[in-house]
């Protein structure tokens, strides 16, 4: 009696035994397959020449004498009459329903210590707690009502977090924006690298993939029908923000109006830095090409360059505050604009599938920026802006251009606006 009971028991072990085989194999079946999927869609050439790019240690310095600053106006020290003049024309597009917004929301909150959409990120303002998605389309409804219409949002995520942000509008009701004028697509992605060039397996067995950078955006407009979207509303202004801007002007008359009088098809805000050193990206023609150069690759005697007033010859710089006709983003989207590479902490499973932890950089990421597709055109408008007024982006948990930071400044522009 003994014997067949543990020969049962025995029996029905072994029963287990292989229905859990039987799905171990399925499940390395399908792991397979979508393995063997991502590697038909990767050009393993193009990657293999970006991360031997990745390896060039020490930037060729820029020579100075290629690159000459590019002219601005300050929108404060605007004449009255000139600025009435500038703004009727933007007043004008915007009423007629010839302007939408578009907000680049791919990212995590991973370096605010927020394990959600950055978008979803809560700002302790006053007078209570927000999202940055509900910040921003509190400041989208007050301009609906300033100009007696209903813009056009279109927001951008990832593949990292398109349901979660989904959810979340839908959880929050669109925060009572009109959801018939909300548009929701995907950027793009690029397989990470590690150190050696070999494609990373990320903890759930698959080709580990990051997104490809702000200036994925024009491809990624175009490929999911947001153009067509666009033109079929006879949209032919668009602005282009960052989702981490609690106090974006996404709405300046001002900025339209004279991208539109000076004849030129992109436009952009910017704000002189704050000190030489400062760690942004500066305006400057390059090559007789328009371009915005990072601090880092600017030469030492070029950063403190000052002109007869006393100002940062190139001083110019990039806050996430672009503006394209429709022409112009069809114009990018047609094009291949390069990659850059940067090194990050990337999670991974080695050989024998145990995950990794990584403690220092050891992965390369690639991407794409917006401002290189400035360099398609002859000229941009340039419209100098103050901080306290534009600028209050989140990009550290503390210190500089943190929660903190940004919830003074959204907290006092706004009880000036009151």
């Given amino acids: 009696t003994e014997f067949e009971t543990f020969a049962g028991v025995l029996e029905k072990a072994q029963k287990k035994v292989n229905e859990a085989s039987n799905e171990l194999d399925k499940l390395v079946g399908v792991r397979t397959r ?76 991973t370096r605010l210590g927020h394990s959600g959409p950055k978008g979803t990120f809560m700002l302790d303002i006053k007078p209570k707690a927000k999202s940055l998605f509900e910040i ?65 397996i990320g903890e759930d067995g698959s080709i580990k993939f990051a997104s490809n950078g702000n200036g994925a955006i024009f491809k990624a407009m175009k490929e999911n029908g947001i153009l067509d979207d666009m033109s079929q509303k006879g949209i032919e202004w668009i602005f282009i923000g960052a989702v981490d801007n609690p106090i974006l002007n996404m709405v300046d008359e001002t900025l339209v109006g004279l991208t539109v009088f000076e ?20 305006f400057c023609r390059k090559n007789n090409k328009l371009n915005v150069i990072e601090y880092m690759e600017l030469p030492k005697d070029v950063i403190y360059m000052t002109d007869e007033n006393g100002e940062l010859v190139f001083g110019e710089s990039h806050i996430m505050c672009n503006l394209f006709n429709i022409k112009a983003l069809e114009k990018i989207a047609e094009q291949e604009l390069p990659y850059h590479s940067a090194h990050k902490k990337v999670n991974y499973l080695d050989e024998n599938g145990k995950l990794i932890i990584a403690k220092e950089p050891n992965a390369y990421k690639f ?52």
């Fill in 136 to 200: 921003l389309a509190d400041n989208l409804k007050r301009e609906n009502e300033k100009y007696g219409i209903i813009l056009n949002w279109y927001i951008m995520t990832s593949a990292d977090n398109d349901i979660q942000t989904k959810e979340f509008f839908e959880q929050n009701s669109f925060f009572n924006y009109p959801i018939n004028y909300i548009k929701f697509f995907k950027q793009g992605n690029m397989p990470l690298l590690n150190e050696e060039g070999k494609l990373v």
């Fill in 34 to 109: 979508q393995i063997q999927k991502q590697l038909k869609a990767i050009n393993l050439d193009s990657l293999n020449n970006l991360y031997r790019i990745s390896q060039i240690n020490v930037a060729e310095e820029i020579d100075k004498n290629v690159l000459y600053n590019l002219p601005y106006t300050e929108k404060a020290l605007l004449q009255k009459d000139s600025k009435d003049k500038i703004d009727s024309i933007g007043i004008d597009i915007i009423k007629n329903n010839q302007y939408a917004v578009v907000t680049m929301a791919g990212g995590q909150g």
């Fill in 263 to 282: 004849k030129n098809k992109i436009g952009t805000k910017s704000l002189v830095k704050a000190y030489p050193e400062e760690k942004v990206g500066v």
């Fill in 367 to 418: 991407e794409q920026f917006i401002f290189d597709g400035f360099r398609y055109f002859n000229d941009i408008t340039i419209l100098r802006g103050k901080r306290e007024e534009d600028f209050a982006p989140i990009k550290n948990k503390e210190g500089v251009d943190s929660p903190e930071t940004a919830i003074e400044l959204y907290n006092k522009l706004n009880v000036e606006r009151r």
